[in-house]
T-cell receptor
């Protein structure tokens, strides 16, 4: 079966660094996506990884290990506006996205 | 500024009534997804279209839900009859087929069935 696992909730302090982990199992693999979703809003695209390694984009970085079926999203210099849910999604061989339940990130001052 | 447009943004209806949600995908996108999101279930895929053809609607309760794409600029999701358990946010997303191409989400329709 296909499955995406990520923690339900995490708490971090403003200005700090947080790493949100995701493990995936998909039928075939065409990449791993991270989305951000603020409460009451639509998910918005953050990053895409299809090759092993780290992709850096400003304060956000995403890492992929295909052999381990593992990815993480790293958020640096946390700001209060980063409080949101972070959704991990794997793309299978049919180019369908298999979604995790999301990690709710709470930022404290 | 290309975006996915969903209507209505909010809908309150009585149990048993028909509900129709509409989505205008981004021009040039050939894949369309309908998702339902609740606190308990997260994002659930209801239907997936590629080039207007339905590819996967296994996540959709067929007895009451139906999804169509009458043309490339319109996707619809209907619930008939609606039930209180259908209360959720329904998102439409569109994209271009292929790896590495992200899905763009509409703002969603918040449905409440009383």
């Amino acid at each position: 079966g296909q499955n995406i696992d990520q923690p339900t909730e995490m708490t971090a302090t403003e200005g700090a660094i947080v790493q949100i982990n995701c493990t995936y199992q998909t039928s075939g693999f065409n990449g791993l996506f991270w989305y951000q979703q603020h409460a009451g809003e639509a998910p918005t695209f953050l990053s895409y990884n299809v090759l092993d390694g780290l992709e850096e984009k400003g304060r956000f970085s995403s890492f992929l290990s295909r052999s381990k079926g593992y990815s993480y999203l790293l958020l640096k210099e946390l700001q209060m506006k980063d409080s949101a849910s972070y959704l991990c999604a794997g793309m299978d061989s049919n180019y369908q996205l298999i979604w995790g339940a999301g990690t709710k990130l709470i930022i404290k001052p | 500024d290309a975006r996915v447009t969903q209507t209505p943004r909010h809908k309150v209806t009585e149990m048993g009534q028909e509900v129709t949600m509409r989505c205008q995908p981004i021009l040039g996108h050939n894949t369309v997804f309908w998702y339902r999101q609740t606190m308990m279930q997260g994002l659930e895929l209801l239907a997936y279209f590629r080039n207007r053809a339905p590819l996967d609607d296994s996540g959709m309760p067929k007895d009451r839900f139906s999804a169509e794409m009458p043309d490339a600029t319109l996707a619809t999701l209907k619930i008939q009859p609606s039930e209180p358990r259908d209360s959720a946010v329904y998102f439409c997303a569109s994209g271009r087929e292929g790896g590495g191409t992200e899905a763009f989400f509409g703002q969603g329709t918040r449905l409440t069935v009383v």
